[in-house]
Every structure is written in structure tokens, then in C-alpha cells.
């Protein structure tokens, strides 16, 4: 009999909700080729086309302003390519992003690197808007593109968009995108009600499939040139054939994605929270005096290395993480910790929980209960009680 598992690590890939799969499975008979003009295409092209209003309408956008990619990177390396412009008006040439965004952010933009500043965040994570407006106030002549995650992949910190764009429009020059890719389907999220000029997400974070993804526009919002050249497909911004099946499926998680799970996944975490700093006082929870993702735990308990203490709780059927999923599954220290201002030898502990649709009670009971061995065992080694 195989031993049950507990997978908390929704935050680098949540499973494929069975919907999800049986949409993708019907998909995959449409013979069409959504360009093409006959009857079969036209049958392609509709379940594409729902699958674009689905997702616009998950994020208060236009079903006209949601370009389909590959997944979350693709899309930001679009958007942060030097392209993004109000239409009839001059793209950025500085950009501003913050210390804690994603590697697809982080590393994947096209600035040249004398024409980057980033934007510092307290210890908690959280961007820190004076810092921001004294960057903009700097370059005030400048045309600017701001990106600042909607919410962080490995402390599960969100930050102040709204407050952000406000500075934006304050400065008259400046673009804004949000990397939302864990925010979508986890907590509400209306682009057009926060003023977002650019918004990028991925579906396997919310019960989608793999590569599947989308840049989404501000309606006045443009891409000056294509990012991928050749048919013309995806408004001339992104050649080659859709993947119809794959994005059928983002379309149904995206009808799907329910953030009133946010409360029950909240309770889930501050359960498992409280057990660890109850069996171990001196466990340190990041990013906890700022808001958070209600499914995202991060914390490190002082001395407990993060490569033996995922290795002893996958060996209990826990899967965690200790942070980013996108460094070849290497442990090392996270930039984003880093950034906090986070000891070295505390950010080498860190772990992460991350909750979502199909996470329960079982799951959560499984992960005190592994947590609070491996913390006795770190103890008895010590010599000292908890």
C-alpha cells in the first residue's frame, strides 16, 4: 500500500483540477486549426476565444486585451522586452522593478543594465513606496516602466499595487505591469480597477495545465513590435498556432478559481504556523507583519538546514519547497529573503508551505506533524528541549 502524501507546494505547480483535464481531453479531438476559415477552424477558434474571455474575465480586463503564451516567463520577457507603450507614444527606456520579483522579471528584461534601478523593500517584504517615489521624482523627465509583483512566490507577501500606480500617474510618464502569476485565482485581482498598464499570469499555478499563460494589456496599451514573429496569430504578437488544447484548459481553471477558498486555506496555514512556533519558539515566519497570500507559509527555525529538512519530510509524504521552483532544483540562499534583510545563516533554513484547491485538513495535520519531528529531532541532537 502506498503511503499517503501531503503535496504543499502549489506555489511551483498546483495539480490539474479533473475539469481542467477533462476539457483538455475533449479539446484534443478538435481537428481545426483556429486560423483556418472552415468550419473545423471556426470550431477551434470558438473554444479559443472562450477560453480568452474566461480569463479576462478572472482579472477585470477586455477579452480583446488577452494575448495567449506559453506560461508566466514568456509573457514577462514580452512585456519587459522594451515594446510596452501607450499607443502613438514613446516605449520606456528606464525601468524600475522590485528587489524581490521573480527570476523571469528580475533577469528577463531587455534594459540595458545602466537603465535599471531597483526599488527596496522593507523587512517584510513590502515595497517601500517612498524609496519608489523618490526614483520617480529622479527620473521625472523620463519615460519609466514600473514592474512589481501582485504577490511573492516564495513569502506569499502582496504588495501595494494601487498605491504604486497611484505614484505612476502622479509621475505622468510611467508604465506599470504587475508579474501575478501567484496572485491569480489565490485572492480577487482586478487589473482594471487597480489601473494596471500590463498584467502577466500562469495556469499551472491555479489548477491549469503546464505552459499556458497570457500577457494582458490595459485597453491604450501596446506592444510596439511582436515578440514572436511569423503568422500573425494573437493580435501580430505572437506567430505560431495556439495551443488550443492547453489554453482551453487555462480558460476552465480561470471559471474555476474560486479566492473564497482563501479562508479555509488561511485557517489551514496559521494551523500549521502556530504548531511550528509553538514546538519550536524560536521559528521565524517571513514576511508575517505584512499582508500575505491566505495559502503561502514561509519561516526557517534557527539551525535547521533547508536541504536535510526537505529531504526528512518528503521522506514522511510531505512535499515542500524552499522557495523558488525555477533554479534546477537547487537550495540555495533566495535573493528575496536577501533583499529582506534576512541573516544568511536564518535565510539558509527557510522553507515553504504553499496550500491550494484540493489541500485539506489531512494535508495540513500531516505537515505539523512532520514539521514537529523533524523540530525534536533537530533538539534531542542539541541537547536541549524545546
Not at 152 to 171: D, K, Y
Not at 371 to 380: G, I, K, P, Q, S
Request: hydrophobic content about 50%.
Amino acid at each position: 500500500m502506498t503511503a499517503r502524501r501531503a503535496y504543499l507546494d502549489h506555489n511551483a505547480t498546483s495539480p490539474v483540477r479533473p475539469e481542467v483535464a477533462a476539457a483538455v481531453a475533449r479539446a484534443l479531438t478538435l481537428p481545426g486549426n483556429p486560423s483556418s476559415i472552415h468550419a473545423e477552424g471556426r470550431a477551434a477558434r470558438a473554444a479559443l476565444e472562450a477560453a480568452r474571455a474566461a480569463v479576462a474575465r478572472r482579472i477585470g480586463a477586455g477579452t480583446g486585451r488577452v494575448v495567449f503564451t506559453s506560461g508566466g516567463t514568456e509573457a514577462a520577457n514580452a512585456v519587459l522586452s522594451g515594446a510596452l507603450a501607450r499607443t502613438g507614444q514613446a516605449a520606456p527606456t528606464r525601468l524600475l522593478v522590485g528587489a524581490t520579483e521573480h527570476p523571469c522579471v528580475a533577469a528577463g528584461h531587455r534594459f540595458p543594465a545602466d537603465a535599471v534601478a531597483v526599488i527596496p523593500v522593507d523587512a517584510s517584504g513590502v515595497i517601500d513606496l517612498p524609496a519608489l517615489k523618490g526614483l520617480l521624482d529622479r527620473h521625472a523627465e523620463t519615460d519609466l516602466l514600473i514592474s512589481v509583483h501582485a504577490a511573492n512566490n516564495e513569502t506569499g507577501v502582496i504588495q501595494p499595487l494601487q498605491a504604486i500606480v497611484a505614484l505612476a500617474r502622479a509621475h505622468g510618464r510611467a508604465l506599470v505591469h504587475s508579474d501575478a502569476v501567484q496572485a491569480v485565482g489565490k485572492i480577487p485581482l482586478d487589473m482594471s480597477a487597480l489601473g494596471l498598464d500590463a498584467l502577466t499570469l500562469s495556469g499551472h499555478k491555479f489548477g491549469g495545465p503546464k505552459g499556458t499563460g497570457a500577457l494582458v494589456l490595459a485597453e491604450g496599451v501596446t506592444l510596439n513590435a511582436a515578440f514572436l514573429r511569423g503568422g500573425g496569430q494573437e493580435a501580430r504578437l505572437r506567430g505560431g498556432t495556439e495551443n488550443v488544447p492547453g489554453l482551453v484548459g487555462l480558460g476552465v481553471a480561470a471559471d474555476l478559481a474560486d479566492p473564497a477558498l482563501s479562508d479555509r486555506l488561511g485557517i489551514l496555514r496559521d494551523g500549521i504556523a502556530d504548531a511550528l512556533c509553538a514546538s519550536a519558539p524560536g521559528c521565524v515566519v517571513f514576511g508575517a507583519g505584512a499582508p500575505r497570500l491566505p495559502n503561502t507559509l514561509c519561516f526557517a527555525v534557527p539551525d535547521l538546514d533547508a536541504a536535510t529538512a526537505l529531504m526528512a519530510l518528503d521522506l514522511a509524504g510531505v512535499a515542500l519547497s524552499s522557495g523558488s521552483a525555477c533554479a534546477s532544483g537547487k537550495v540555495a540562499r533566495s535573493p528575496v529573503l536577501a533583499a529582506m534583510g534576512v541573516a544568511p545563516a536564518l535565510a539558509a533554513g527557510a522553507l515553504r508551505v504553499s496550500l491550494g484547491w484540493n489541500s485539506t485538513e489531512s494535508d495540513a495535520a500531516q505537515c505539523r506533524a512532520a514539521c514537529e519531528r523533524l523540530v525534536a529531532t533537530l533538539y534531542r541532537r542539541q541537547g536541549r528541549a524545546a
